[in-house]
């Protein structure tokens, strides 16, 4: 078949971009023909919460990437929704995250869509955003309006889909494992290479800081008596979405900085294997959420996770096998890492997510857009 992806995608870094390229990788190994159409603008800077969008790592080999796509310019979405037309995809798939994107996404879909021959798919991350904005629920429903059939990550975002749909085809399918991010190192080596202690126990932190990712409960946890007593540490890895003062005075206030190991610079794909094979568990405190991508990095490097119970995390996270669902509350994040250690559980849970991430591959995701 022929493919086009429309979204973010190299020289842009983060989560987007990897799924975007990593399900292009599938697809040529499937014998497809594939293309990417990312941004030459994806937000304006003003807009922009991070350092910089850019990644500093090399170009992904074997993909045809063009950027073409202006988010802002109305005259540009028509232009890019005519040139992808022309080429006649048997499918075009965007990725669906933020309202934002609807009137750029959603007219290129329509333009597309005037060929009489391209399927329209929309992988959805969001349709419903964990930071709400006047106008979101109106950009999103005319992006539903112009795609043919939706894939969704989590239940809970199939379930936001019927606010605005309820008669087009759409399917469940988790996020797939991100597994282009290096080799399982051993533990101790990517301690070495990260100066942690050997012997110590580290809890990870990982991705972009902001309001909805709890860190702020995970902080208050650590400052509970028992993970003192047990030298439990935590490593915060990832670039703040936000003002970080208001972390940096709760380490203070709760005089944990003695166990707090701050990485917050934006940590490149050639670094991620370290943070993840270094620490003993990966904890997602999250207030909010659909689904993870950072779930399915740890999958990937054979990580215990500690989840809370809100939107699609605890689809995937079975409590008590791979990890635990908790609340979101810092006594019961920290009940659970205090378990997790006085009861040993890490080389149980360790093999459980060997045996889990299988249902977890790309062939999946390629199937359910083939499906629909």
């Known amino acids: ?144 309006r112009s795609t043919d059939g939706f894939v969704a990550m989590s239940r809970s975002v199939l379930d936001d889909l019927n606010l605005f749909d309820t008669r087009k085809p759409r399917r469940f399918c988790p996020h797939p494992l991100y597994d282009h991010y290096g080799t399982l190192v051993d533990k101790n080596e990517a301690r070495q290479t990260l100066q942690l202690d050997p012997d110590g126990r580290y809890v990870l932190f990982f991705g972009f800081i902001r309001g909805y990712k709890g860190l702020d409960l995970l902080l208050d946890a650590m400052a509970d008596p028992r993970m003192k007593e047990m030298d439990i540490r935590l490593i915060v890895a990832g670039e703040f979405y936000g003002d970080p003062k208001p972390y940096m005075e709760q380490i203070e206030r709760l005089q944990i900085a003695d166990r707090t190991v701050l990485c917050t610079d934006f940590i490149p794909d050639s670094k991620v294997n370290n943070y993840f094979r270094a620490c003993d568990i990966v904890a997602q405190p999250y207030k909010s959420a659909t689904q993870s991508g950072v779930t399915q990095i740890a999958f990937h490097f054979e990580k215990p996770m500690l989840v809370t119970n809100v939107g699609g995390l605890a689809e995937i996270v079975p409590d008590g096998k791979i990890g635990y669902v908790v609340e979101p509350d810092a006594r019961q994040i920290a009940d659970a890492l205090v378990r997790y250690y006085s009861e040993n559980r890490e080389g149980e849970f360790t093999e459980a997510v060997k045996e889990e991430k ?9 199937t359910a857009i083939g499906e629909l």
């Not at 299988?358 to 390629?366: R, V």
């Open 1 to 144: 078949m022929k493919i086009t992806i429309v979204g973010t995608a190299y020289p842009y870094r983060g989560g987007l971009s990897a799924f975007n390229e990593r399900l292009a990788y599938e697809y040529l190994q499937q014998g497809d023909e594939v293309e990417i159409y990312t941004f030459t603008l994806q937000y304006p800077s003003f807009l922009f919460p991070g350092k910089t969008q850019y990644s500093d790592e090399p170009a992904p080999e074997g993909l045809t990437i063009h950027r073409r796509v202006n988010s802002i310019n109305p005259f540009n979405w028509l232009s890019v929704g005519r040139e992808i037309a022309k080429k006649r995809p048997d499918i075009l798939i965007t990725k669906y995250w933020l309202p934002f994107m609807a009137p750029c996404l959603g007219t290129i879909e329509r333009r597309v869509r005037r060929n009489r021959h391209t399927r329209i798919i929309s992988i959805l991350d969001n349709i419903i955003p964990h930071e709400h904005r006047i106008g979101d629920r109106m950009f999103s429903r005319y992006f539903v």
């Open 358 to 366: 299988k249902k977890y591959s790309w062939n999946n995701m390629t």
